[in-house]
């Protein structure tokens, strides 16, 4: 059981890091407030591709993973969607402490969303 949580910690924290720094053009960013453009939509879907590896690590049923994957596209919308518009309405910019606190819960409520998912997989 510990095996397999440290390796689908490694998997969403690899899998996390890719998705949130790396596969990020300005199209995605710029959508995630808006849910008529596709950027945020995109962005969740990247992270539920990305995290399968981690969930099929668990070995669940098949039906287990759809439902977490669904769970976590959600939550992982709203999370991106709520922060992108307190951003806008805050006109915080990355020079600001509103900013980094945005962005600071932001990657926290992803974190605490990895650990239920590795919760729930493994209960």
Known sequence: MVTATVVMLICFQLEHFVADYLLQPKWVLRGKGDV??????????????GSLPAL???DPR???IAALIIAE????????FTKADL?????AGPDTA???ALHSVD?????????ALIFLALA
Do not use: E, K, M, N
């Not at 951003?87 to 006109?91: E, G, L, T």
């Open 62 to 64: 098949p039906l287990v």
């Open 36 to 49: 008529r453009r596709s950027g945020g939509y995109v962005h969740a879907g990247l992270h539920c591709v």
């Open 87 to 91: 951003s806008v309405r805050s006109q």
């Open 73 to 80: 596209f959600v939550v992982h919308y709203l999370i991106d």
């Open 107 to 115: 990657q926290l409520l992803h974190q605490l969303t990895y650990a």
């Open 56 to 58: 099929l690590t668990a």
């Open 98 to 100: 509103t900013y980094w």
